[in-house]
């Protein structure tokens, strides 16, 4: 087992175009968990995920924003019409049933110009 | 709002010293409560969780959680300068608060 993955690292992207991230939790994880993370912030929680049902959404987190895990394993992030203040670290973190221990995947860094 | 407090820092302690972190919650449900490390532009990595009331001991890492007192530690003794990272606090209330981090840097 590798540890959680997420694709791609970088994105660099123009202001009003669409991006799409994926995570790919440590397998047999069921739960799965979205944040995004500014300079000298902690992780905030976006979103997560108990198999394939989305369970909680942040309310800070804006219509623009999508997630899907459609068969349980993996998942994607999309945002839409991107704006600067998306630029950030989104970071991606499971961990099993019944256990409360994230691991989480080593994130990918937006910015949005 | 459920809040989770740490001072940012930055706290330096030299090579061999005992660094102390302290990180304070506002829900006095929360019931779970973690330690991360994070180096400059990587991700969050676990290093302690504890669930009850007292000392966790992991190596050179003790927890601490006082749930009356609203209240967790993390003591890194033997300090060494690849200790030097934020420091997150983490509580599960029932999802995951993340307090702001405090910087360590360990002076060689």
């Known amino acids: 087992d590798t540890g959680v993955s997420q694709n791609p690292r970088h994105k660099i992207t123009k202001r009003g175009q669409n991006v799409t991230f994926r995570c790919d939790p440590i397998?047999?994880?069921?739960?799965l968990y979205w944040y995004r993370q500014t300079l000298g912030q902690g992780p905030e929680f976006l979103t997560y995920?108990?198999?394939?049902?989305?369970?909680?959404k942040s309310r800070l987190l804006s219509d623009r924003f999508s997630a899907e895990r459609p068969k349980g394993s993996f998942s994607t992030l999309e945002i839409q019409r991107t704006e600067q203040g998306d630029s950030a670290m989104y970071l991606c973190?499971?961990?099993?049933?019944?256990?409360?221990?994230?691991?989480f995947g080593p994130g990918t860094r937006l910015t949005v110009t | 709002q459920k809040e989770v407090e740490q001072n940012s820092g930055p706290l330096s302690v030299p090579e061999g010293a005992i660094a102390s972190l302290n990180c304070t919650y506002s829900?006095?449900?929360?019931?779970?409560f973690f330690w991360y490390r994070q180096y400059s532009g990587k991700s969050p990595e676990l290093i302690m969780f504890?669930?009850?009331?007292g000392d966790k001991e992991d190596g050179r890492f003790t927890a601490q959680l006082n749930k009356a007192s609203q209240y967790v530690s993390l003591l890194i003794r033997d300090s060494q300068p690849s200790d030097s990272a934020t420091y997150l606090c983490?509580?599960?209330?029932?999802?995951?608060?993340f307090g702001t981090g405090t910087s360590l840097t360990v002076i060689p």
């Open positions: 504890i669930y009850s009331n």
């Open positions: 973190a499971s961990n099993p049933a019944g256990g409360y221990e994230q691991y």
């Open positions: 983490a509580v599960f209330s029932p999802q995951f608060y």
């Open positions: 995920f108990q198999n394939e049902a989305q369970l909680e």
């Open positions: 397998s047999e994880h069921n739960r």
């Open positions: 829900d006095r449900g929360s019931q779970s």
